[in-house]
């Protein structure tokens, strides 16, 4: 019952496709034309981590894209190797404009003010980042682990199991929770201010810090 549950294609498995497919919903609809314009590198995030639950990576090809082997493989054809440098181009494009425009901005003397003006978007943001990387350290552990017999492997990797597909379900909630702390509120209030002071700067940091009490975008 338990591995119907979480194995790969399992239940929890495809429901954290949904999850991810809403939160992607929930982006564009929730953040209009402004926030694909300003920041259309999350939603291309949040859609190939969707896809990459459904094992787009290896679905289609007899190697994996995301293996180094595959653009050496006699087994993937040209065409196919072509498609897979594009998606990895995108996918680096993406992260390094995450890291860029919302991590290394605030590394060093502005961390301390982020964290006293929004301690609760702070905290759900490392949230995220800790469940992203403690899902994919765990993936294939059991079988990494010296001295184990056979059955024991089985059962670590059991609770490994576990711990790893309930962690990747919960990483498009805490998405979802940082898009709606973060955007909405300072959309609006962005919103009712821009007739008499302008419009806002459109490289502004997820966690900027501006003179006034409120954080914008």
């Known amino acids: 019952m338990i ?41 291309v995030l949040v859609l ?4 990459r639950e459904l094992d787009f990576d290896k ?12 653009f050496f493989s006699d087994q993937v054809s040209l065409s196919a190797k072509f498609v897979g440098l594009g998606l990895i181009f995108l996918l680096a494009w993406a992260v390094f404009s995450l890291l860029r425009h919302h991590v290394f901005p605030y590394i060093g003397a502005r961390f301390h003010p982020v964290l006293k003006a929004r301690p609760r978007l702070f905290g759900l943001t490392a949230t995220c980042f800790g469940l992203i990387i403690g899902s994919k350290s765990v993936d294939g552990l ?27 379900l919960a990483i498009p909630f805490t998405i979802a929770a940082v898009f709606v702390l973060w955007w ?15 419009a806002p700067d459109s490289r502004r940091g997820a ?8 954080i914008r975008p």
């Open 59 to 70: 679905r289609f090809t007899a190697v994996g894209i995301l293996k180094s082997r595959f």
């Open 48 to 51: 190939l981590m969707a896809l």
């Open 3 to 43: 591995e119907q549950w979480f194995s790969e294609g399992g239940i929890i498995e495809n429901a954290t496709v949904v999850a991810y497919l809403a939160c992607l919903a929930l982006m564009l609809f929730g953040g209009g034309l402004s926030f694909l314009r300003r920041y259309s590198y999350l939603p």
């Open 207 to 214: 966690y900027s810090v501006q003179p006034s009490p409120d």
């Open 184 to 198: 909405l509120p300072d959309h609006r209030a962005a919103g009712s201010k821009t007739a008499g002071q302008g």
């Open 142 to 168: 059991a079988s990494k682990l010296p001295g184990l017999s056979p059955a024991q492997i089985a059962d670590i990797g059991l609770v490994l199991m576990l711990i790893e597909e309930t962690a990747e």
